[in-house]
Every structure is written in C-alpha cells, then in structure tokens.
C-alpha cells in the first residue's frame, strides 16, 4: 500500500455509527432565527446588500487592557483608586496655596515619579501584549477572492462570509464551517491544544452536501446562508443550519462541523472553510475573560494600617493646632501688652493672629496635615509592585520547577498573590492529572481467568505497607516483588503507554501459556476494536498512533508488544501483523471493517464488526464491567467469577479496567440487523440517536468474556514525598475527584494522604435503605431519608472526633481522622442546614477526599473552606473541570498536563507538575511572604521614624507649623536615600537558603501563624519608629544646641540642627535595614551604603545651587558641618543609641524566644542541623521537641 494513501481513502463518514458526523436535528435547531440564535452568514458572497447590512465586526483582535486614547485617563484613574495616592495629590494641588510649608514644586517631583513609575510599568505590559496581537493579526491566509482564486491576505482582514482554504499544521484564523478537505469525504484532524491543552486529535466532518467544494472552480457558483447561533463562549456546542442550492429544507449543522480559532490543522494537506465568527465573536476570545481579582491578605491588612497612619497623621495635627490655639490666644497679656512681641502680633495675618486664635488653629490645622503627610509612604505602593514584578521573574527562571519533558518553566501569571504563597493553610487538589499523570500505561490483564502482569503499582506499595495482601493469583513472584520492592530490571527502552512485565506472555511465550486461543482472541480486540490511526515514522519505520483517548492508545500498543501490530488502516479495513500460535510466525491478516459502535458515556462500551480472512463475522466489543457482564451469553460465563475477583483487585490497585468480549455472528442475523441499523442511522427523526442505541444495543448480546484490562493513571512522581512535606509545614491537604470512592481511597494511601494509623469517617448514601428508597422511585421519600441519613453520619462523624479528643490530647487526635464523602452526600452537606455541621467535621479532620465531585461541588467545597477557615486556600488542578474551583481559592495553581490549557489559563501560578507545589510554597512562598512582610514593616517604621521628628520639631517650635527640615531634603527621603535599600529587601533577602527551606518544612508555619506580618509586630515597628524619631531628635537637640559648634565659636543655626538631625534620620533607617537583613549580596550593600552616601553626594551638589533654590542648604555642609568634628561625632553617637534598643531586643529574643528561623540559623551556625544542641537554651529545646512532636503526628 503506498505511504499515506490509506489515509485518503478512509471514509468515516460511512464507518461511524452515531451521532460523531450525522449531524440530526435536535432540539436546539428548532430555536433558529430567535433570541441567541440570530446570527445569518451569506456565504462566498462579499457584495450581497443583506451581508454588507448585517456590518459583523472583523477578524482583528486586542488583548490589550488601553488603547492610545484612553492610556492616560484610565492608568491615572488606577492609580488614583488608591486612598494614599488621592492624599499626595489633594496635598499637591493644596501646596499652591499659602497654607503649604514647604515648596510646591517639591511634593509635586516626587508623585510625579511614583505615579509616572508604575504608569511606564503598566505602559511595557500592555506593550508586550501589543505586539502578541500584532503577530496574531498579522499572519497570513489564503482567501477566495473575486476573480476566483485563492489571494494571500492578512488575518485581520478576514470578513465574515469568506471561503479560506488552510493548510496542513496551520492555525485556523477564525472559527470556520468545514466545507471539505485533502479526504473525499471531508474528513480533517484537528489539534485543541491552544483551546484545552488536549493532545489527542478531534476528527471533523464536513457535510455530505459540501465535500465536492474542493478546488477553485467547484468554489465559483458556491453561495449559501448559514444560520447559526450568536457569538457565545460555549467550546462544545454549536448549533446552526445551511441552506445551499436552493433546497427547501436546511442542512443542521453541530460542532463537527466546525473547526476554532486558534486550534490546528493536523494530518490532512488542506481544508476550505467559511469564516462564521471573526475577532473578539470567536469562542476562544468570549472565553479569554480576566480572572477575578484577587488581593492578598498581606494587601488588605496593609491598607487598614495606611488607615491607622491617617488617624494618627489627623490626631498629632489636631493635638499641634490645639497647642498652637492656646500659644496664639496666650500671646496678648491682660494688659494688652504681647507675650512673644518679637512675632509681630500687632501686625497679625489671617495664618496667626491673637485676637482670632480659633481660625488661626484651623489654618494650623491645615497646614499640619501636608506636614506631618511623610507619615505616609508615598513610595510604598510602587516600590511593593517593582518588588512582586522581580520576585514572579525569579519564580518564572527558577530551574527547580523547569519540567523538562514538557519544556515547561513555572509561570507567575499574577503578582499579586506572591506573599500568600507563603501564607497557604489548606490546599483543595484534583486528582486525575494534578496527583496522577493522566498518562495511561497498561500494566495488568486478566486473559481466561489467568492474571498476567508483574508490575506492582504505588498504590500496592502503600496497600503492602498497610498489611494487605497484594499478591495476584497465579503469580508465584510477588512476594519476591514486595520483599524487592520492584520489578525485574529491565534493560529494554521504555515505551510510553507500555509499563507490562511478564515473562509468561511476552515475546511471544503466550503460545505455551493454558488457552492461547484466548490469549489470540483478547489481543486481538485490543488491536482492532479501536478509531486509533497508524503514523509511521518515514525515517526509522517505527508506529505511533493518534488516538481519541490515552486509554486507546495504550490498548493498541500492549497489542503490538505482544504480537499483534495494528500497521494500516482503509476505508474498508484494518491490517494487522499477528502470531499465529499454531505457526509460532508472525502473518499479515487483514479485517474487513463493516461498522464501528462508538463509545458513550451513556453506553459505557464501544464494538467494532469484521470479518475476518475466513468469512467469518466477528463483534469485538470492550466495555466497563457494570454494562458488560450482563450482555454475556450463558456459555460466555466461563471466567466470569475469575475475572470479577481480578477487576476488584485491580481496582483496590488503583487501576482502571474494561472488560473484552467478542461475539461471532451469523451471515443471516448480521444481514438483518445491518438493515435495520442502517435505517436507524438514515433517519432524521428527532429521537435517531435513540433508534441507533436501540439497534446497537441489539446486536451487543450474548456477548463471550475473554477477560479484562488495567491500565494506570500512575501517580507524578515526588508526589507522595510533596505531600507528605506539605503536612509537615502544617497546610492541610483536600483532594476533590470525579473517581469513584474506591480508587479515589487507594489513591489517598499511595500518595500518604491517608496513613494506617489513621481512622476513616466515610460519608455514602449506599446504605440498603436508600437503594431500595431508589428503586421505588419516591423522589420525595428519597430526598428526606437522603437529608436524614447525612445528617446522622454526620453527628456521629463529629461525636467521633470529640470523643477521641476528650481521651487525649485534642491536637494531636485530631490530625488521625480521614473524611470521605462521595458526591451525592457532597450535595446534601452543602445545604443550608447541614453545611456548618459538615463543615466543623471536615476541619477536624487531617485528610479530606470528596469523591465523584462535579465541578460546580468543587467550587462550592472551596468557597466553604476558605469562608470557614478565613485562612488561605490554594486550590491546583490540570483540566476545565478544575477552573470554578482555581477562580474561588485565594490561590489557583494550574498544571500544564494532558487535561487542558483551560486550568493554566484560569490560574494565577503555572507549574508543570504537582511535586513543584512544595519548591513553589516552601521556598518561594516563605521568601515572598517574610520579604513583603518586613518590606512593609520596614516602610512604616521609617516613614513614623522621619515624620515624627518632624512632630518633635514642631513641639519644640511651639508648633509653629516650620518644618525641620529643606523642602527637597523631605521629597528625596522616600524617593532616593531610602528606597532602594527596601527593594533590595524585598527582592533578595533570605533568612535560610533553598535546601534548607525544603529540609525544614515547619519554617513554613511562620507564614501559616502569621507570625511576621500580626498586629503585635507591626505595632512593634511602629513603635520602634516612634522610640527612634524621640531619641535622633532629643540626643540631636542636646548634643549641639547651646555651645560651639564651629571653631569661630558659631552655635548650631536652623539649617545646621536640620542637616544633623536629617543625617542622623538617613544613618539610622539604612543601618536598621543592615540589622534586619539575614542574607546580604553585594547589591545591599551597594544599596544601604550608596543610600548614605549619595546623601551627602546631594548636600555637597545641591549646596551649590542658587540660594534661592537651595534656601537653607545653600553651602551649609562644605562650610559647615562637613568641618566640625561636633558633627561626625553626634552622628556616630545618635545612631549607636537608637539602633542599641533593636539589635539588645533581637539578641534577648534569638537566644530565648526565637522564631522558627532563628532556630535554624542558629543550629547551622553551631553545626548541629541533625540533633539539638545541648548548648542550646532549655525555652528553645522544649519549643523544638513540641514542634517534632507535632510534626511526629502527620509522619506515614
């Protein structure tokens, strides 16, 4: 056969049996032409007046969040929604006025900087972004144009109503109606990637009517109208009609027939399509909707202190106006004589007048709160934003959490959301293809009541650990396993899909084995009961195969390890290399393929009819065993009880089975049923789908069992290491899955979610009562004895938990339950009345796995635990199904797997696999979060530190509303001498290195207690601020005042008390940066220490300037303090006496009430990481050994 044709004459129209390319009228059709439903395209007919009239949008798209109008007013509007940035712009605009005490010019620079900041940073993403819509709208198609040939032309410019033809491994520009391709009868594959991350390829099918439009001249006379549905964001519906050629009755049309935007054209040279939707109407734009916002609690709770700061800023300017009133009202003695004449209160202005102290204490008033507005950080915002921005490209580089074998690096989607990575106290995980690879592998079979297969899955492993008995019959090696604990090495190349070892069978020794004619028989229906396609490599002439599912594939190539090569595939056949056992050589059998039975969910099994080179006709059907045993004929029950025991085994392993049974038919009763068949497929009835499942299910009877299948969906690997990490850093695990309660449990012991020592509250409406409640069909007895029945369970959950509490210790009792609850118990505990009760046992427990959870329970579970606890919730997933539940969490982290790309796109954090979790939490997560944390801290005390000296001044000037210090000296303080030293913080600063943040999962806790970012500790900065502020101005003021301080015998002026308390301010904070730092880099020091000096580098310039520009810093430190040694010295000596009470309180507290990370330091330090130290204090000794103990509880 030549290369590739098999390919073209592959006709599936006429193969497949259901509803996959006939396209029946359905219900939705009947709603064409109304509301939702109202859409007409005028096919390959630009100058039709209705289509002109109709004016749909073009194929131009922008994912830009501005546009070259609105930039500049919505980036301010953003900016301006921040309460402390409204402050600085009223106090800029108020500045003008003679109320203000300092420079306008000089409060205006500095929030011309930060906003102007963040304005560039939003101007680079949007930019970024920009230029991915250029290259998207720039690509090039062919198009059918007026002069009946195909003319190269750009996306954008693509018309609804167009005929475009697209060629093999290119992207479709637009969502497209199929009209034909490269197959005669309009067959195409198509890859989703981009749409849902699938690998496997979707077969497309043009309508009969259409599959002749294959070239330029049949496209000449082509005009049709399709009426369809509006532009909506469903990916799997589509609901339209075509009328062409004048006929009366319209075509319908369904998803079939209908290729997306941005999937790709695979396996088939061309396709003509016709645009349907263009642009921003394309149901992959309507689904490219912004994530909810989310903010961390980090981000809130610092809002309610920018709040705190406010009041005090109000309360230190009323106290000052108030003081201010009484000075003023007490300048005019009884006499009528002035207290303070050398003010001039005889020629009083309105800002201070005697005789009017009330106004002047108001205008004070004013006037003090632009003062004291340093308070406030106006830096704090951008600074925190450029520090996120650097730490999401440190996760994104990170080359622990690079999967190699997907080439897919960790990817922060959002900053926002860094710190509280550090702060995750429950996770809520899916399961298939988050814990386990959806990446099927058959590993196990049961063929004539034999088992076969070697392997020992993970959840064997964990079953062995827990004493159970996982031996297969009739496999005398498994104990030789268990004892191993793995399999025969074996040197061959792993193949993908392929993980069975059995000497019994392989190479071909199936022949000796007690019935190889059911062995033939099995692999058999393996190799042709499949819609798998061969692809032979041109080059090495190996096979791989495009299936619809992993399980498919892996079905096909067990067959061909074991001797049954499915190599070709034509219209009418399917070409096999088989074994024969009674040769003992490999033949060339041919099949002739005469109807395929899809599989369904709804019919749980999928067939395949053939005949084989001896004219006998042969049904091949593989289904789950809850639809397959009870169409076994009563002489196909041989193996039947053999088989059931071996698929329960397989299932407690965690296994996926399908059973495989073949029927042979006679010539007469297949003639029969295929007209019949046949008729039921031609029908356009309302209830076809029904006629075919009737016929289908007729000639699926009497079925002979051969045996069954087990393939893996094999746990990612470090999964069970990560989780266990994970417990040990105190987060609480969830698993939320659509398995079935068996596996789902299995599961939970493989990864050490669950341990032996652990006691299970099962929640399941199987109770005997219910079935029976079931089969009577009283829906309202049901639901009632449903309601009850939860609730029972429930109370009795609960009374369990509380009195193993009462008998120990309630902590650690706790932390030894498992909750398991299937999905239709699920629906009735997130009621109402029962959520609070189920909620309080779920909480109690250390373990929680919801089975057969639909999306919609997932989101909802998640919304509770997250409402309940009020502590942060991470949820992780890898398909659609996940992304309600990723949207709910405070955190959603999406796996780039086989299920899809939709959860990566609904997540705020991409990563590879779930092992990368732990990297992603204890190492990012506690560094983002200690980094924010003191960043923030650090920012307040500063700002109270500088601000409040400003205060001091004011008491001291008997608040005369002068500022301490230059104008520009206040507006560089946040911008250039402190900013950058804070940034570095929070980009670089470790308290322990990777390893040890992953060899110590308990540092974790800091950020699950909170401990760096409570209350008490922020009030602890901020009164280390304030301690700060009254000690550099108090040791200043009675330092220098009232002596010498030059050698002409001058005394310290205004300008020269503002130069040595602003020095001492500078030195102060950068050092109290040096004391917070654990990990330094030469970037902070060139940061702290540049700070200081480019201080003095600005004093020395701006001295220069003009008077009057530089005021009082006109030459004040050349002539001045640079000379006197007064200077330097009180420097020294101030910045010594406030720094002492930090760094006394941070050494009491590392030696006697260290935090979790001061007892790794210091244990690294002494070098004793692996035992307690004796020489460590007994307080700390005692905090470890409750900590191990705590720790001890959550150990498999």
Not at 491 to 512: A, C, L, T, V, Y
Not at 588 to 604: A, G, M, N, Q, T
């Amino acid at each position: 056969m030549p290369e590739g044709g098999g390919k073209k004459r592959i006709h599936f129209s006429k193969l497949y049996s259901f509803s996959c390319f006939k396209s029946p009228f359905k219900d939705g059709h009947s709603q064409i032409g109304q509301k939702g439903y109202s859409r007409v395209v005028y096919c390959n007919d630009p100058d039709n007046i209705e289509a002109i009239q109709l004016n749909y949008g073009g194929n131009y798209v922008s994912t830009t969040k501005y546009t070259v109008f609105n930039f500049i007013p919505k980036s301010l509007f953003e900016q301006f929604r921040r309460v402390a940035n409204i402050y600085f712009l009223i106090v800029a605009c108020v500045s003008f006025s003679p109320l203000a005490p300092y420079n306008p010019l000089s409060i205006f620079a500095p929030l011309v900087v930060v906003i102007g900041a963040t304005t560039v940073k939003e101007a680079v993403e949007d930019w970024r972004r920009r230029k991915q819509d250029i290259e998207a709208n720039n690509r090039k198609v062919q198009v059918y144009g007026r002069n009946h040939t195909f003319v190269e032309t750009r996306w954008k410019k693509l018309r609804v109503g167009d005929v475009i033809k697209v060629y093999k491994d290119e992207y479709f520009p637009s969502d497209l109606l199929l009209l034909s391709s490269s197959y005669e009868d309009g067959v195409c594959y198509v890859e989703t990637m981009n749409l849902d991350g699938e690998t496997n390829l979707k077969l497309k099918q043009a309508l009969e009517k259409t599959t002749h439009l294959n070239n330029e001249n049949s496209l000449q006379n082509f005009r049709a109208m399709v009426e369809c549905e509006d532009p909506n964001e469903n990916l799997y519906s589509f609901i339209g009609t075509l009328k062409y050629d004048r006929e009366e009755y319209p075509h319908p049309l369904s998803l079939q027939q209908i290729l997306l935007r941005d999937s790709k054209l695979r396996n088939t040279e061309y396709i003509y399509g016709v645009v349907i939707f263009t642009g921003h109407d394309t149901k992959v734009m309507q689904n490219s909707i912004d994530p909810p916002s989310k903010r961390s609690k980090i981000e809130r709770k610092m809002d309610k202190i920018v709040y705190i700061l406010f009041s005090t800023l109000i309360l230190i300017s009323f106290i000052g106006s108030l003081f201010f009133g009484v000075e003023t009202k007490r300048d005019i003695n009884p006499d009528g004589s002035y207290r303070r004449w050398y003010l001039y209160p005889q020629d009083p202005t309105v800002f201070y007048d005697p005789r009017r102290p009330g106004l002047a204490s108001v205008l004070h008033f004013l006037t003090a709160l632009m003062l004291y507005g340093y308070l406030i950080p106006i830096s704090l915002y951008v600074s925190i934003e450029i520090v996120k921005v650097l730490q999401s490209i440190f996760i994104n580089k990170d080359q622990e959490m690079y999967y190699e074998e997907s080439d897919r690096p960790a990817h922060a989607r959002t900053s926002n959301l860094n710190e509280e990575l550090g702060q995750v106290d429950t996770i809520l995980s899916d399961k298939t293809g988050t814990l386990t690879c959806n990446s099927m592998e058959f590993v196990k079979c049961s063929v004539g009541a034999i088992p076969y297969g070697r392997g020992i899955t993970e959840v064997e492993k964990a079953l062995a650990k827990r004493g159970k008995d996982v031996e297969s019959q009739g496999d005398a090696y498994s104990s030789d396993f268990l004892s191993q604990n793995s399999d025969t090495v074996d040197s061959q190349k792993p193949i993908k899909g392929f993980n069975f070892k059995d000497e019994r069978i392989m190479n071909g020794r199936w022949i000796n084995e007690p019935h190889p004619d059911i062995i033939q028989k099995f692999f058999r229906v393996l190799a042709i009961c499949h819609t798998a396609l061969p692809d032979p490599d041109k080059e090495s002439g190996e096979i791989s195969y495009e299936a619809e599912s992993p399980d498919e594939a892996a079905f096909v190539i067990a067959a061909r390890e074991l001797g049954f090569e499915f190599f070709a595939r034509t219209q009418t056949s399917i070409s096999l290399h088989e074994l024969n056992y009674e040769s003992g050589k490999k033949v060339d059998r041919v099949y002739k393929l005469l109807h395929i039975l899809e599989f369904s969910s709804s019919r749980k099994r999928m067939s395949v009819i053939v005949k084989s080179d001896e004219n006998k006709i042969l049904l091949l059907c593989k289904g789950a065993d809850s639809v397959m045993f009870e169409r076994l004929s009563q002489y196909g029950r041989q193996f039947e009880a053999e088989t059931k025991n071996h698929i329960k085994r397989y299932s407690e392993a965690g296994l996926r089975t399908l059973v495989i049974t073949y029927r042979e038919l006679g010539e007469e009763e297949y003639k029969l049923w295929d007209k019949e068949f046949s008729t039921a497929k031609t029908s356009l009835a309302a209830d076809r789908d029904a006629l075919v499942d009737a016929a289908a299910d007729k000639i699926e009877r009497e079925l002979i069992l051969l045996g069954a299948t087990a393939v893996e969906d094999r746990l990612q690997k470090g999964v069970p290491e990560c989780i266990e990490k994970l417990a040990m850093a105190g987060i609480k695990l969830w698993v939320l899955t659509g398995d079935k309660m068996e596996t789902a449990v299995n599961i939970g012991y493989a990864c050490r979610l669950l341990r032996q020592d652990m006691k299970q509250i099962v929640i399941t409406l199987d109770s005997p009562d219910i079935i029976s409640l079931e089969k009577q069909g009283n829906k309202e007895a049901l639901v009632k004895a449903s309601q009850e029945s939860i609730e029972k369970q429930i109370r009795e959950g609960i009374l369990q938990v509380k009195s193993s509490k009462e008998s120990s210790s309630a902590e650690k009792e706790s932390s030894s339950f498992g909750l398991i609850i299937d999905g239709r118990s699920l629906d009735y505990s997130l009621n109402n009345v029962l959520e609070k009760s189920f909620f309080q046992l779920a909480i109690n427990c250390a373990s929680v796995i919801c089975c057969r959870s639909s999306p919609k329970q997932k989101a909802r579970v998640t919304k509770l635990v997250k409402l309940g606890t009020g502590k942060t919730t991470l949820s992780i997933g890898d398909g659609a199904n996940d992304v309600g539940m990723l949207q709910e969490a405070d955190i959603g982290v999406g796996i780039s797997g086989a299920e899809g790309m939709q959860a990566v796109m609904a997540s705020d954090y991409a990563i590879g696999q779930f092992c990368f979790l732990e990297h992603l939490l204890l190492v990012h997560g506690h560094w983002c979060y200690r980094r924010i944390s003191m960043m923030i801290c650090y920012f307040f005390y500063k700002n109270i530190a500088f601000g409040f000296t400003l205060f001091w001044f004011e008491a001291y000037a008997s608040f005369s509303g002068q500022p301490a210090y230059n104008d520009w000296y206040m507006s560089f303080y946040n911008v250039f001498f402190t900013s950058l030293p804070v940034i570095a913080l929070g980009v670089f600063d470790q308290d322990v290195s990777a390893k040890l943040c992953r060899k110590y999962p308990f540092l974790y806790l800091e950020g699950v207690e909170n401990t760096l970012f409570s209350w008490p500790r922020i009030i602890g900065w901020m009164l280390n601020g304030v301690i700060s502020s009254l000690l550099i101005f108090f040791l200043t003021t009675n330092s220098v005042l009232n002596q010498a301080f030059r050698k002409d015998g001058k005394v310290v002026g205004y300008e020269i008390l503002g130069v040595i308390m602003y020095t001492c301010a500078v030195w102060v904070v950068n050092c109290q940066m040096a004391l917070s730092i654990n990990y330094f880099t030469w970037m902070q020091h060139f940061f702290i220490w540049g700070s200081i000096a480019f201080w003095y580098v600005f004093l020395v310039i701006y001295g220069y300037v003009s008077p009057t520009i530089s005021t009082t810093a006109y030459r004040v430190f050349v002539e001045s303090c640079a000379p006197s040694a007064l200077y330097w010295l009180v420097t020294l000596f101030v910045v010594v006496c406030v720094l002492l009470p930090y760094f006394s309180y941070r050494a009491f507290q590392s030696r006697f009430s260290p935090m979790y990370h001061d007892i790794i330091q210091r244990k690294q330090v002494e070098g004793c990481e692996t035992e307690i130290c004796d020489e460590l204090p007994k307080q700390v000794q005692g905090r470890l050994i409750h900590l191990r103990e705590r720790l001890k509880q959550r150990e498999p």
